[in-house]
């Protein structure tokens, strides 16, 4: 079982969720192309690159066609959970024939809740408002799975069974990354413009002040408002500081509105009340102290040199699912039991 270590993909009750990386490059390995400050130090290609991948950027690779290997995690999986989608690379740098194919898997896989993150708010825009994206997404299950998953494609997105999945389907879950607020500008906006059943957006790394705050609530042009907000510093040892300050704002702003909230780490600096034992690095080559826009110092640490508290507790909130889903999901799931 591929089980994360992602936080905000843990259910209530501690079940760990996992990853699903459908989408890989030509040459074997996972790819995509950065493309805003939150890329410049891509975790996904820092990874890659230690088993023989290449640079995240434009002309080093492009997307292969995807095979039944790459689809197959997701029906392997007999316990529901939640899936983060293309951890190591964005969806929606793939084309709508990929796209199609990946939301028939999503589909027919109800029993899981899909999360996918993206940096491209336009492409994936474009294409839940497409016309016809039902028809599309059906039609990929049939080619690629034949008639029966066809028709319970067709069922499940037209409602026609119990629990219908419907379109947006209620298993999957969209969110922007806006790590700065020219990003939040640009992404947020084309998010509240997309059907889903719930919109997160992710501020990690967080790299300047961010105000979510108009899109936090139900209003006359984004009705409703934003389902959830993840927020944290950037790890590694090139990772920028956070201030804590931005951290604390956009908290505060969830809790007004009633929005979750989840802090999800310090990163790679920390105030020095939440440092374990002897965290920073010294070194007379290292920068190891930082002063904030706030006037707060955060201290460079170690790899999990610190607490996740913000003032005092751990911040975990998550979104509840759509109401009654949980309850029919495991109706159908003790039906099959009974019949298996
Ligand atoms: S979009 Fe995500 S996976 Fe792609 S380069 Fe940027 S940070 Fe890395």
Redesign the pocket.
């Known amino acids: 079982m591929n089980k994360s270590k992602i936080e905000w993909l843990q259910d209530r009750d501690g079940t760990p969720g996992s990853t699903w990386n459908p989408l890989r490059g030509k040459l074997g390995m996972w790819h995509?192309?950065?493309?805003s400050p939150?890329?410049a130090h891509?975790y996904?290609?820092r990874l890659g690159r230690r088993f023989g991948s290449y640079p995240?950027e434009e002309g080093y690779d492009e997307l292969a066609t995807i095979t039944d290997a790459d689809l197959g995690p997701p029906f392997r999986w007999r316990k529901p959970r939640k899936v983060f989608v293309c951890s190591?690379?964005?969806l929606f740098l793939a084309v709508p024939a990929t796209l199609n194919l990946i939301f028939a898997v999503m589909v027919l896989n109800w029993r899981h809740t899909f999360l996918v993150l993206t940096?491209r708010a336009g492409a994936m825009q474009a294409y839940m408002t497409a016309t016809g994206v039902r028809e599309s997404i059906t039609d990929a299950a049939r080619r690629h799975y034949g008639e029966r998953a066809e028709c319970d494609v067709h069922n499940l997105l037209y409602g026609e069974v119990k629990p219908g999945v419907f379109w947006p389907p209620r298993n999957v879950w969209l969110g922007v990354t806006a790590e700065n607020h020219l990003m939040a500008y640009g992404r947020v906006p084309l998010l509240m413009k997309t059907p889903a059943e719930k919109r997160f957006v992710s501020c990690e790394p967080l790299l300047t002040d961010v105000l979510l705050g108009e899109y936090l609530h139900p209003s006359r042009h984004f009705r409703p408002g934003l389902d959830w907000v993840i927020a944290g510093g950037e790890s590694g040892s090139e990772g920028r500081p956070m201030d804590p300050h931005w951290a604390r704002t956009l908290r505060d702003e969830c809790q007004q509105w009633g929005v979750p909230y989840f802090f999800k780490q310090w990163g790679a600096w920390a105030p020095p009340h939440v440092h374990r034992t002897n965290p920073t690095i010294p070194g007379p080559s290292t920068t190891i102290r930082h002063v904030c826009g706030s006037l707060e110092v955060v201290y460079r640490i170690r790899p999990g040199g610190a607490s996740r508290e913000l003032d005092g507790r751990e911040w975990s909130e998550i979104p509840d699912e759509a109401e009654g889903w949980t309850e029919a999901k495991a109706a159908v799931t003790r039906e099959g039991q009974k019949r298996a």
């Open positions: 995509c192309v950065k493309v939150g890329c891509c996904a290609e995240y190591m690379s964005d940096k």
